[in-house]
């Protein structure tokens, strides 16, 4: 069964710094009698059109992760069901934007 993965950013900008946080949540991987309990739930991450990149191991059953240093640009990130057995597929893919900070001011002079 596939995950169903949710994102719920925040981006706070103060005079040219930009700080954002990604909060993701997924639904826990579901058990029967062919699927066995995670031990633990691991994050991937695509920056751009790059390609998707682990970021972090989540131990089971938590079922949180912030990303606290997304890249300007837009990310992505999926999440897979992991234990001793191997790694599930990935869930649904969801994608958040950061916006770039601005250029820097050019030409500053002294007022005659």
Known sequence: MKRSLFVLGSVFCASMACAATVPLTWDASVVDATHSAPT???MYRAVGSG???????????????TDTSPAPGQ??????????????????????????????????????
């Open 40 to 42: 633990e739930y691991k």
């Open 51 to 65: 390609s998707m990149q682990p970021l972090a191991s989540i131990p089971a059953p938590t079922l949180v992760y």
């Open 75 to 112: 990310s992505c990130y999926e999440v897979t069901a992991a234990n001793a057995g191997g790694e599930s597929l990935p869930s649904n893919r969801v994608c958040f934007s950061v916006p770039f900070p601005p250029n820097p001011p050019a030409n500053l002079r002294l007022q005659p």
